[in-house]
């Protein structure tokens, strides 16, 4: 017999409260998962977990065993980080999610320029402007832009956004500049995929409901749209900056413009970060010293 035979399942599916997903992070069948894990029950002589067709919860016994075993594997994790130190270059695989946009200008490449450093790490992307489930779906480190609502994660702040607003010389000769937010509604506002943008104003936060005559998912083709004069736009520093600065486009509200927002590195707090993990974060907050791209909202 040995002691160790299903713990590692039955940890993903306390973790998870899913034979699913446990199959999915340690990569077997779900059959497999239920097998190790009623053998353990039978082994231990105690039912872990109440399962219904819809939850899997664990029983009062089971979550006693999953505190013990949770220790214990948190130390294994250790160990292995130890050895890991040992070896002088990271290796293994690192699987990560970031903003489409993001990943596709910021991220990607400093990962592989990181990668260049240590060819024996092996890297897996999945780019989407979706928050997937970092545990469920085994991933190591997600990169999240903005607000974070997820308080279960741990997060490493990396580099600031801020939202401009801004239209073309042509756009304002035409049609002047707003100066309240109330004037807004008078502007054909160019939207991304919600209809209102942020502000602050006396200190407090206020959401704008503003409409035009373009919606676009693209935060390029937005700047298209305004650098030929057609709307006002509110997108991040990274796609306006350039045409600020050489006066393609003007900002406006500056005195309303929402605080610095923060681009984060996320991953679930029960896990250690491993050698590997801590260093490309580390690469990641020492080249990313300023604000990135943000898929417009």
């Given at each position: 017999m040995f002691i160790w035979e299903g713990v590692s399942e039955f940890v993903a599916v306390a973790e998870t409260?899913?034979?699913?997903?446990?199959?999915?992070?340690?990569?077997?069948?779900?059959?497999?998962?239920?097998?190790?894990?009623?053998?353990?029950?039978?082994?231990?002589?105690?039912?872990?977990?109440?399962r219904t067709t819809r939850k899997v919860s664990l029983t009062e016994s089971g979550n006693v065993y999953y505190q013990h075993c949770r220790s214990v594997l948190d130390g294994l994790e250790e160990a292995e980080r130890i050895l890991a130190n040992l070896h002088s270059e990271p290796r293994g695989k690192i699987k990560l999610t970031a903003p489409v946009t993001y990943g596709e200008e910021k991220i990607i490449p400093l990962v592989n320029d990181f990668v260049l450093m240590y060819p024996e790490l092996e890297t897996i992307f999945n780019l989407t402007n979706q928050t997937v489930d970092l545990i469920d779906e085994g991933y190591d480190l997600a990169i999240r832009l903005g607000r974070l609502s997820d308080s279960s994660m741990v997060a490493k702040k990396l580099s600031t956004r801020t939202q401009y607003v801004c239209a073309s010389p042509a756009y304002i000769e035409a049609y002047g500049l707003p100066h309240s937010l109330s004037e807004l509604e008078?502007?054909?506002?160019?939207?991304?995929?919600?209809?209102?943008?942020?502000?602050?104003?006396?200190?407090?936060?206020?959401?704008?409901?503003?409409?035009?005559?373009?919606?676009?998912?693209?935060g390029y083709g937005l700047i298209d749209a305004a650098l030929k004069g057609i709307g006002v736009i509110q997108l991040p520093d990274y796609y306006v900056q350039?045409?600020?600065?050489?006066?393609?486009?003007?900002?406006?509200?500056?005195?309303?413009?929402?605080?610095?927002?923060?681009?984060?590195?996320?991953?679930?707090?029960?896990?250690?970060?491993?050698?590997?993990?801590?260093?490309?974060?580390?690469?990641?907050?020492e080249n990313l010293s300023g604000p990135g791209p943000h898929e417009p909202s």
């Open positions: 409260e899913s034979f699913t997903a446990a199959s999915k992070r340690l990569g077997i069948s779900i059959a497999q998962v239920s097998r190790q894990v009623s053998a353990l029950e039978d082994r231990l002589g105690v039912k872990l977990f109440y008078k502007h054909n506002c160019l939207l991304g995929t919600i209809d209102f943008w942020r502000f602050q104003e006396s200190g407090r936060e206020k959401n704008i409901r503003v409409s035009g005559n373009m919606r676009c998912n693209s350039t045409y600020i600065n050489d006066g393609q486009l003007i900002t406006m509200l500056d005195g309303c413009r929402e605080p610095e927002e923060g681009i984060w590195a996320v991953y679930p707090q029960n896990r250690h970060l491993s050698p590997k993990i801590r260093m490309l974060v580390d690469y990641l907050a």
